[in-house]
């Protein structure tokens, strides 16, 4: 079974452009969450997403959005980067999000350099 | 919303010798505390996880304790060898709007001095 795949893994972008990130859950999957991954702030929720609908929202300004399709495929999208957000995005892919014993299977993540 | 604090944020010991890490969450509701182990350059990995119905558990060196009373849980490595050294993350679940939301920990960097 295919793990968790994003794309791409690295990414350089310049001040005010923007960027979408993809997620490719385990196949079965239905719940996507996104995290940013920084050396000062550790894993840092962004948002949940099942059956194409955001379930969480973690404490990221409205420049961060995302979706999720048919598919369980998810997108994340940062509108108007800026230096700080510079950063690992990691997703993770878990069966059914209303278990409190989900284990979340993580991807090898997005590097993003803004520059 | 859940807050779950880890400490320490660094630590050293020798090979052969024993690594805790701790961590206290705050909402008393989260019943479900997975750790993860992520290795430079690589995605986070369940090592093991705890139940609240639980006190104890063990896998090999590996084990975690768990104290509902005091709200707080943690990561035992027993004869820590250089491959246990990585970044260890705690994480905290509890329902959120009735689906689950996992909160983490700033995670600990352990390094294993041979």
């Known amino acids: 079974k295919a793990g968790v795949t994003q794309t791409p893994r690295y990414l350089i972008k310049t001040r005010g452009q923007q960027v979408t990130l993809s997620c490719s859950p385990i196949s079965g999957h239905r719940s996507v969450s996104w995290y940013q991954q920084t050396p000062g702030q550790g894993l840092q929720f962004l948002f949940e997403?099942?059956?194409?609908?955001?379930?969480n929202k973690g404490n990221f300004p409205g420049r961060f959005s995302g979706r999720q399709f048919s598919n369980s495929r998810s997108e994340m999208n940062v509108s108007t980067l800026e230096l700080g957000d510079s950063a690992l995005y990691l997703c993770?892919?878990?069966?059914?999000?209303?278990?409190?014993?989900?284990?979340?299977?993580f991807g090898q993540g997005t590097r993003l350099t803004v520059v | 919303g859940e807050n779950v604090e880890q400490h320490p944020s660094t630590l050293s010991v020798q090979e052969g010798d024993s690594a805790v890490i701790k961590c206290t969450y705050s909402?008393?509701?989260?019943?479900?505390f997975p750790w993860y182990k992520q290795e430079l350059g690589k995605r986070p990995q369940l090592i093991i996880d705890?139940?609240?119905?639980?006190g104890e558990k063990k896998d090999q060196r590996i084990a975690v304790t768990l104290n509902k009373t005091a709200k707080h849980f943690s990561l035992h490595i027993t004869e820590t060898q250089p491959e246990d050294s990585a970044v260890y993350f705690c994480?905290?679940?509890?329902?959120?709007?009735?689906?689950?939301?996992?909160?983490f920990g700033i995670g600990t960097k352990l390094q294993v001095i041979p």
């Open positions: 994480a905290a679940t509890s329902l959120f709007g009735g689906y689950q939301k996992v909160t």
């Open positions: 997403y099942f059956s194409e609908t955001q379930r």
């Open positions: 993770a892919s878990s069966l059914i999000p209303n278990s409190q014993n989900t284990e979340a299977f």
């Open positions: 909402d008393s509701a989260s019943n479900y």
């Open positions: 705890i139940r609240s119905n639980v």
